[in-house]
């Protein structure tokens, strides 16, 4: 997503401003460490093992990842507090990475009820032109 974002700087993805560019990126680690690997499980346990008959979904991974995703998505929440966006005013590949992670929070159940500012933002990114024409 770097790579890409900075072949066109013009978009805004990738901040100027050194230290929102290094707050962005800050995200994007934070998600590959923390939040998607939680929501990936789900997606594993919930819908693709399913989908490829790889047996039973593994309770213990669900609940597991449930109580993860319940400790970062504070984390999450809390940062969008009267934000609209993680980094600056605008849309950056820290919102753009963070989201695509929650692509299919709806169909795993993925416990995010609890967090107004997680799912107000992530309608934000939702309702976007460019997001839309690439769900699935």
Known sequence: ????ASKKPESGLIP?????RADSVRWQFWDA????PQLG???FEKII???LR???PRQDKIDE?????RRFGAVLDERLEGREYLVGNAVTIADLTIACSLMYAKQTDAPLGDFPNIKS???RISDMAAWRLTNP
């Not at 100027?16 to 929102?20: G, I, P, T």
């Not at 460490?33 to 998607?36: G, I, P």
């Not at 990842?65 to 995703?69: C, K, P, S, W």
Request: proline letters at 3%; zero cysteines; charged letters at 10%.
């Open 41 to 43: 499980t789900l997606t």
């Open 33 to 36: 460490a923390h939040f998607s």
């Open 121 to 123: 933002w992530f309608s």
């Open 1 to 4: 997503m770097q790579y890409l």
């Open 49 to 51: 093992k399913p989908m």
């Open 16 to 20: 100027v401003n050194e230290l929102a």
């Open 54 to 56: 790889l047996g039973e």
């Open 65 to 69: 990842a449930f109580t993860n995703l």
